[in-house]
């Protein structure tokens, strides 16, 4: 069974940082871009930052740049994300989310993402 798990998320403060981590099972994605998505209550999902499997591409929402970091380690089977000065609009639910066509896309689209995780919740508060 093919799974994607995060971790890491949880309550800051305004200004802090948090890393969330997302391990697959079942499967390599070691070939595959990942990237990380996140939901509002009350909104639509959006999309936040993806990486290739050479990690050597990366793409950012225009909301994060800056702030938060992306990375991977094919060993591991694992994607990060490192997000600091976490702002209250942060405040979501964020899933990992990973393709099956092996290439360099760096898509921005939930639809082009065919394996996804459960999420893990992250509260900043002000």
């Known amino acids: 069974q093919v799974q994607l798990v995060e971790s890491g998320g949880g309550l800051v403060q305004a200004g802090g940082s948090l890393r969330l981590s997302c391990a697959g099972s079942?499967?390599?994605?070691?070939?595959?871009?990942m990237g990380w998505f996140r939901q509002a209550p009350g909104k639509e999902r959006e999309f936040v930052a993806t990486?290739?499997?050479?990690?050597?591409?990366?793409n950012y929402a225009d909301t994060v740049k800056g702030r938060f970091t992306i990375s991977r380690d094919n060993t591991k089977n694992t994607v990060y994300l490192q997000m600091n000065s976490l702002k209250a609009e942060d405040t979501a639910v964020y899933s990992c989310?990973?393709?099956?066509?092996?290439?360099?896309?760096?898509?921005?689209?939930?639809?082009?993402?065919?394996?996804w995780g459960q999420g893990t919740q992250v509260t900043v508060s002000s």
């Open positions: 989310a990973a393709r099956t066509l092996r290439d360099i896309a760096v898509p921005t689209t939930a639809a082009s993402y065919d394996y």
């Open positions: 990486i290739t499997w050479t990690g050597g591409t990366k």
């Open positions: 079942g499967r390599t994605f070691s070939r595959n871009t």
